[in-house]
């Protein structure tokens, strides 16, 4: 199925109702800046400090003066826009479509499932694009300033090399056994080119990866011939060729990658290593060690991304316009307004936005049936996207599924929550059934969005026994009430936001990391289900409460796939521009060969 651009089903309907709104725009605008200069936010309220005591009062006085006046004016024609505006609304696709020719090239979209196998990135973040009067109400202004801003972090994010430091061993004359294929190709660097115990800005990133050099085989004995010596004084904290005022500084944020033969050498890390730790990758290793990372980048190469609460239609806007020049292929404006299969009226969509870099084949939104309180006013539900990610010698085409969902938010409507989550399993059922085909071949399956619960609240012990995530694993969560190593909760404290520990990605990054300024600046559950600091198995950086996920399920795909998570963030670097932790996920893909199934299935027969 071609997806067509525009929402409406011909140029004409779609033209009536840009003219309805270009009539309501001009009373939405007035109220939207009326209500915003008496709801200040606490950045405002500091700079007002520094003012003169008069001047915020006049200034309050004289715009919503201006701004009632306007808004007198305009409300007439408002009216007229409505009345034409409303009922279009029937014959309205509940979303809207925007592509352009990848520029990264169509070499990356033709992965043939063979080989080593390829690597997706997954971003959600909950970016609070409401009005901006509305916003204030959350501690955040500005929308279309942070939209820009937030655009602009996640392009740069895609333009930049995924490094993996990798140390092979001296015997070995091949990189290829431990390069993984992605978009972009992993670069192979000497292990000595990085500074163990340098904290690394991110505006120090540059230098560094300048630093970086291949290694041919000539060269790796002897790069490699300290490594032992290297990890003894990384698990004390100390490097042989530093002094000792380095060493006090906090070790950067590296992951060491060695092969299987190198581990054979080497003493087995510590686990106390903390960030510097070090990730084995093979068959032994498994994706139920992988420790979370708090990171103050978008992690590079992501493939897919879901933004929440994307309501304000400007923002929106864009998002599209510097998204898409990475981001080939967007959905935006996903929702229903009206009337339209809801019971209740719809004066805001859903606020899912969605972009890819590979092909949209088909999408679906469904509508959350019973909402109440301030969520009935915005269309929340899910949105099912199918995406080709590639094209097998068979001429198979290899797809995946991704979902995005925003639950209902008040806390006691538990009820509602759960029948959503029952809603969107068999929503996500339906969709797979009515776009499968047999000339396909699945190879994900992930559901992402913020699900309003944690899972270490006791008043939400429902959710969180909800088969959903007995279908789908969570990356983060070992069990009700205890969560992994590294993983921290999503939602900040509004009313701290802009406080100085946590107003920039490094300064968050730290705070997150200290138990004392984590319980200041994230929200955590009032009643926990499991004191998680009394297991060996908790987290240590961990806490908080942790409503955006990202999820994945392994039994919908393929018999010839395997999953593997290599890895999962927490993203700082929207640090005062959202009230949410950005989270991205990585999932590795491989196929087996057929010679590989038939041995699989002799192995299961005995």
Not at 191 to 206: I, K, R, T, W, Y
Not at 367 to 394: M, N, Y
Not at 479 to 506: C, W
Request: some cysteine; aromatic content about 8%; glycine content about 6%.
């Amino acid at each position: 199925m071609v997806l067509r651009e525009s929402p409406f089903p011909n140029a004409c309907v779609h033209g009536l109702h840009s003219a309805a709104w270009a009539l309501i725009f001009p009373c939405f605008w007035t109220l939207d800046h009326m209500i915003a200069i008496c709801v200040p936010t606490t950045s405002e309220k500091r700079r007002k400090q520094e003012q003169e005591c008069y001047l915020y009062p006049m200034k309050v006085f004289f715009g919503v003066l201006l701004c009632l006046t306007l808004l007198i004016i305009c409300m007439p024609l408002a009216l007229l826009g409505f009345i034409v505006w409303a009922p279009l609304q029937a014959v309205r696709r509940p979303f809207s479509y925007s592509f352009i020719e990848d520029p990264m090239g169509d070499a990356r979209k033709q992965w043939t499932g063979s080989g080593e196998g390829m690597g997706f990135g997954f971003l959600e973040a909950n970016l609070c694009f409401l009005p901006n009067c509305l916003a204030r109400f959350n501690n955040l202004a500005k929308t279309q300033r942070r939209a820009a801003r937030i655009a602009t972090h996640i392009c740069d994010s895609v333009g930049r090399p995924r490094i993996t430091v990798c140390v092979d061993s001296p015997t070995s004359m091949s990189i290829s056994s431990q390069s993984r294929r992605s978009s972009l190709t992993p670069v192979k660097v000497a292990f000595n080119s990085l500074s163990m115990n340098g904290a690394q800005a991110p505006g120090e990133l540059l230098p560094v990866m300048n630093s970086l050099h291949y290694i041919d085989s000539s060269e790796e004995s002897s790069e490699v011939e300290n490594f032992p010596a290297n990890i003894s004084a990384g698990q004390t904290g100390e490097h042989p060729s530093e002094p000792a005022a380095a060493r006090d500084r906090q070790p950067a944020e590296i992951t060491e990658v060695m092969s299987n033969e190198q581990h054979s050498k080497c003493p087995a890390p510590s686990p106390t290593l903390g960030k510097r730790h070090i990730r084995l990758r093979g068959k032994q290793n498994r994706k139920e060690d992988l420790v979370a990372e708090i990171s103050p980048l978008f992690p590079a190469d992501m493939a897919f991304v879901c933004l929440l609460e994307v309501f304000e239609k400007r923002a929106a806007a864009k998002l599209k316009q510097l998204l898409q020049p990475a981001f080939g292929h967007i959905l935006y404006d996903v929702g229903v307004y009206g009337f339209q299969s809801c019971c209740e009226f719809k004066f805001l969509n859903s606020g899912i936005f969605f972009a890819s870099r590979y092909p949209i084949l088909d999408a679906e939104y469904y509508c959350f049936p019973r909402t109440r309180g301030e969520d009935a006013l915005a269309a929340k539900g899910l949105l099912c996207v199918k995406i080709q990610v590639g094209l097998t010698q068979q001429d198979l085409r290899i797809v995946g599924y991704v979902s995005c969902t925003h639950l209902h938010a008040t806390a006691e409507d538990n009820h509602i929550r759960q029948n959503q989550l029952s809603h969107i399993v068999d929503w996500i059922s339906e969709f797979m059934t009515a776009t499968g085909r047999k000339d396909e071949m699945v190879v994900f399956d992930v559901l992402c969005g913020d699900f309003n619960f944690d899972s270490s609240s006791m008043e939400d012990h429902l959710e969180q026994q909800h088969q959903i995530l007995q279908l789908y694993k969570d990356p983060c969560c070992i069990a009700p009430g205890k969560e992994k190593p590294g993983v921290v909760g999503t939602l900040l404290e509004q009313r701290t936001m802009y406080d100085e520990p946590v107003i920039s990605p490094e300064n968050l990054q730290r705070a997150l990391e200290i138990d004392e300024l984590r319980k200041q600046y994230l929200a955590f559950p009032v009643n926990c289900v499991i004191d998680t600091n009394d297991s060996p198995e908790a987290s240590t950086v961990g806490g908080g409460r942790r409503i955006d996920y990202l999820l994945y399920r392994e039994d919908t795909v393929a018999k010839e796939v395997t999953t593997e998570l290599e890895e999962f963030t927490f993203i700082t670097q929207l640090a005062g521009m959202t009230d949410h932790l950005p989270i991205a996920m990585r999932l590795f893909i491989s196929m087996a060969s057929e010679d590989d199934l038939v041995n699989r299935g002799t192995v299961d027969e005995f």
